[in-house]
């Protein structure tokens, strides 16, 4: 069964586009251009070799990048493919991950005249093979929540899904990926949902943390119903639609704001999805927050659950404190991990947390590859327990993930 | 099991026609503070002194019981018979002192009221230090 | 059914308010005009008393009324706050001195009108709105009564405006603080509203951020929730996204003499903030070279947080782990009276603390930053 889809969606015909050739020519930059200041502690063979992680875990957050366009050209309808070359459709890349920008990609991990994470044998080698992974969940990130057209949204994320299967599924047993959504259609979206879910490689929903609306809305949930019929989780992945400013007070001047804002956001939408009722109404869905920070959960909850206990009455259906809900079904992916430096700082820090929350089952192990959060294989804080480790990148990523 | 009992002291606190429905009052039995609410002509009486912060319950104010079914729906029922605490708002069910949040853990402790006649005050084992108790009269009787 | 009539409270007795025999300060109450016409209209010029008559306060909010999200409490108000003799809840000094001030045993009331003038859209307008506002305080508070210190309160969308206030108050005693609030236009690290922050800076004056405003973005980076307690948990990250501008825009690089303290937000966020800026700057410096050191620094020496409404942890002792990520001397305790939300001294701290931290989080951090000096 699994493929069957792609295979039926692979390309009618090939579309000559020489035209993009120089266009996409024009948006690719050489990566030996990238200088950072804090690029000293590049990481060395020596690394690799010493890593303190346990091989066959389960990597929850890696990103397949979209080379251009013209790739996802064979994998659109007809309309759609003649309507991206006749109006010159730009990349749908965002300014929240600037191609040449540090974070972006690692140092080491970047392609030499390529995107970051464009090429499948790079993320083999790079990640699966470094990290001696099991199965990773491939999240593309590419702007199609942006649009405001819902049509060429629809066409775009069906595109990609469709590539996804065919250029990555198809050619690497150990990775899975998440379904990209038009959230601008939410009944669009629950059938591009209904669609993939019979394929068993795409283990997850994927959305963005700043969409139109906040993600409680009701207006969402036909996506949640979907994803919940299908026994999918829903993935929440840093980034904006940018129909908003990106905090609260208004547009940052820098991209270091900006994604500073995003764990801002995942705040948010933590309120958002217990109070508006999510887990009342869809009570075996879970959530996955993904590129969070994940530190600021615990003081979120306090703050969340002492007002509840005051305000209960404006939202009824919430019935248990926020800190239970959330323990229940919301996860999180453990890059980029916002804890302090210096030697089993982070790591005592983490597990302070961890009783702060009062559950070990939240946190998913994630390589976050190709972005730069980390050198080596430091993809968790040195020092933790293998208890720890071992819950982190497999039990809860299997716990979470049906189809894993 | 008769020798650990101890008998429960009753308080006269009010006379019944001072406490029309409505009507509320802060009593003090010992040094404890206590709630006092006639609601519809039935009495309840709770510990005055919300368990979360302190705050005075006999000026919160009284709604009803929303519950839901599912997001979107809100059903109201048993009017006045929940006190909102006047600080932070927590909402406690008079009849049984439990909170809505937390209902297992957070409660503020009821006291039994019964109304008896003047006649049965005199005779005790009633405690009405500052009432001159009348046999034409009905009194608000707070159990401890 | 009773008549809600019913429910009005005989208020001869209101000894509960719960005593408090520590000495504190409460570096956020809330004062507001009982009578506009009677206690503002004689510091505000006749052209902006008939604007005000005419054309009322007009944020960047829809509703003339009252706020984008009804309240939780009537005036968001504990329901015991209101003044016997009618006037809203902090409208009335002799009531504020019995019912809080004595009580409670506070050496030093910080006073943050809000609603004053700030976040209009009229400039014009919320410049006279503001003065009018600081010239009230000192005539009906801090000239009567020596525990109460006042806020400059400031025209913050129109820098010129805010610092022409600022140095007009700058060494006078009955003020302690410049007064913001948290939902600004833009980011307060934007180069528009640095000249405010220079002028407090050289004034001596910390820079109180207050939760609320009205800068017309929605609450999340995602759009308008639906309810009122949503829009309250907001305001943490309001105050997560301006101290994120302040460092990474180089005000703080800027004013090495700034002081800011953050109001009624909480406290536990902070320290998932620094860590994460921490990271970010190490990895993104090139783009933003003004700023010289690890965020979390100037955190440290610049920032200062009041407690209320201070987050309450399911294992209590579990907050004594934030406080300490923090520092003991940066928090100031606030108690928001008379607003809902109120926390009360007694129940602040949630286990055994040293008398020193003690005395530092309820009083002695808040006198030494703020330095109240007594007026002539």
């Keep these: 069964m699994a493929g069957t889809i792609g295979a039926a969606l692979l390309p009618r015909k090939r579309l000559q586009v020489p035209t993009l050739t120089l266009y996409i020519g024009r948006t690719l930059h050489p990566s030996k251009s990238i200088v950072s200041p804090v690029s000293t502690a590049a990481p060395t063979l020596a690394d690799t070799t010493r890593s303190p992680l346990p091989a066959g875990g389960i990597c929850c957050d890696l990103h397949p990048g979209v080379p251009s366009n013209a790739a996802l050209l064979p994998y659109l309808e007809d309309y759609w493919a003649d309507t991206v070359q006749q109006r010159g ?6 300014i929240g991950y600037p191609v040449n920008a540090p974070l972006t990609c690692r140092p080491d991990w970047r392609i030499e005249g390529q995107k970051p994470g464009t090429s499948l044998e790079r993320l083999r080698t790079d990640a699966l093979d470094a990290f001696g992974l099991s199965a990773a969940i491939a999240n593309c990130i590419y702007g199609v929540q942006l649009l405001f057209s819902e049509d060429m949204a629809k066409a775009f994320a069906r595109a990609i899904n469709s590539w996804l299967a065919a250029e990555w599924l198809a050619k690497e047993p150990r990775l899975r990926a998440s379904i990209v959504v038009p959230t601008q259609s939410p009944e669009a979206a629950a059938d591009e949902i209904d669609y993939w879910a019979q394929d068993r490689r795409f283990v997850q929903v994927l959305m963005i943390v700043m969409d139109e609306l906040p993600l409680g809305r009701r207006y969402y949930w036909p996506i949640y119903e979907a994803a919940a019929r299908n026994g999918l989780p829903v993935g929440i992945h840093a980034g904006s639609a940018y129909k908003h400013p990106v905090t609260p007070v208004g547009w940052p001047s820098y991209l270091v704001e900006d994604y500073g804002a995003q764990s801002l956001a995942f705040q948010a939408m933590t309120t958002s999805l217990i109070c508006e009722g999510v887990f009342a109404k869809f009570p075996d869905l879970k959530v996955v927050f993904l590129e969070s920070g994940v530190t600021w959960l615990p003081a979120h909850l306090w703050r969340l659950t002492k007002f509840w206990r005051g305000m209960r009455s404006e939202i009824p259906w919430v019935t248990e404190p926020p800190w239970e809900i959330a323990r229940r079904h919301i996860r999180l992916s453990t890059q980029p991990l916002d804890l302090p430096e210096g030697d089993g700082e982070a790591a005592a820090t983490l597990e302070r947390l961890i009783e702060h929350l009062r559950s070990d089952e939240m946190f998913l192990f994630a390589t976050d590859y190709p972005h730069w959060q980390y050198d080596g294989l430091a993809a968790l804080p040195e020092g933790l327990s293998q208890d720890l480790i071992r819950k982190m990148m497999v039990d809860n990523p299997r716990a979470t993930y049906a189809r894993l | 099991m008769a020798a650990t009992a101890r008998a429960r002291e009753k308080h006269v606190v009010a006379t019944l026609a001072e406490m029309p429905p409505g009507a509320r009052k802060l009593v003090k039995i010992g040094t404890r503070e206590i709630a006092l609410f006639n609601i519809d002509g039935e009495f309840f009486a709770v510990l005055d002194r919300c368990p979360h912060q302190g705050g005075s319950l006999c000026k919160g104010r009284l709604i009803g019981l929303v519950e839901s079914d599912q997001p979107g729906e809100y059903h109201y029922s048993r009017p006045q018979q929940i006190v909102r605490c006047p600080w932070h708002g927590w909402e406690f069910d008079l009849r049984t002192g439990q909170s809505r949040v937390d209902p297992t853990s957070i409660r503020v402790r009821p006291y039994p009221v019964e109304v008896a006649d003047g006649s049965a005050v005199r005779e005790g084992p009633y405690k009405a230090e500052v009432f001159d108790v009348s046999v034409e009269d009905q009194y608000v009787v707070i159990e401890l | 059914m009773t008549p809600p009539t019913a429910q009005i409270l005989d208020r001869a007795d209101d000894k509960h308010t719960g005593k408090n025999t520590l000495a504190i300060a409460d570096c956020d109450v809330h004062v507001v005009p009982g009578d506009m016409q009677r206690e503002l209209f004689p510091f505000l010029e006749k052209r902006w008393q008939d604007y005000m008559a005419a054309y009322g306060s007009r944020p960047r909010q829809g509703f003339a009324g009252g706020p984008a999200y009804p309240k939780g409490q009537p005036d968001a108000a504990r329901r015991d706050a209101y003044p016997p003799n009618g006037g809203k809840p902090g409208s009335n000094l002799e009531f504020m001195r019995a019912h809080h001030l004595d009580p409670l045993n506070v050496q030093m009331a910080v006073l943050n009108p809000l609603r004053t003038g700030q976040g209009m859209q009229n400039l014009e307008y919320a410049t006279a709105f503001s003065r009018a506002i600081n010239d009230w305080q000192v005539a009906e508070w801090t000239s009567k009564e020596p525990r109460t210190k006042a806020s400059v309160v400031v025209t913050y969308e129109d820098a010129p405006a805010a610092v022409k206030e600022i140095e007009a108050r700058a060494g006078d005693p009955n003020f302690v603080q410049v ?46 929730p639906s309810y009122y307690l949503e829009e309250m948990i907001g305001h943490a990250q309001c105050q997560q996204a301006l101290l994120m501008s302040l460092v990474m825009e180089g005000v703080f690089e800027r004013c090495p003499d700034l002081k800011i303290v953050l109001v009624e937000a909480g406290f536990a966020w902070l320290p998932s903030l620094c860590w994460r800026m921490d990271k970010l700057w190490a990895r993104m410096r090139d783009e933003v070279p003004h700023v010289k050191r690890p965020p ?41 009276y008379p607003h809902w939300d109120f926390d009360h001294p007694d129940h602040a701290l949630p286990v055994r603390v040293t008398e020193e931290q003690k005395t530092g989080f309820f009083l002695q951090n808040a006198l030494d930053l703020y330095k109240p000096q007594p007026v002539a």
């Design chain 1, 89 to 94: 459709v730009h990349p749908l890349d965002t």
């Design chain 3, 179 to 224: 007064l913001l609030l948290s939902r600004s236009a833009e980011p307060f690290g934007q180069k528009r509203y640095l000249p405010m922050f220079e002028a407090a800076a050289a004034s001596g004056l910390p820079v109180g951020i207050h939760a609320f405003g009205y800068g017309g973005a929605p609450v999340t980076g995602g759009g308008w």
């Design chain 3, 296 to 336: 979390s620094e100037y955190v440290r020496e610049q920032v200062w947080l009041t407690t209320q409404p201070m987050e309450e942890p399911e294992v209590k002792p579990h907050l004594l782990d934030t406080v300490k990520w923090i520092g003991w001397d940066k928090l100031l305790f606030a108690t928001d």
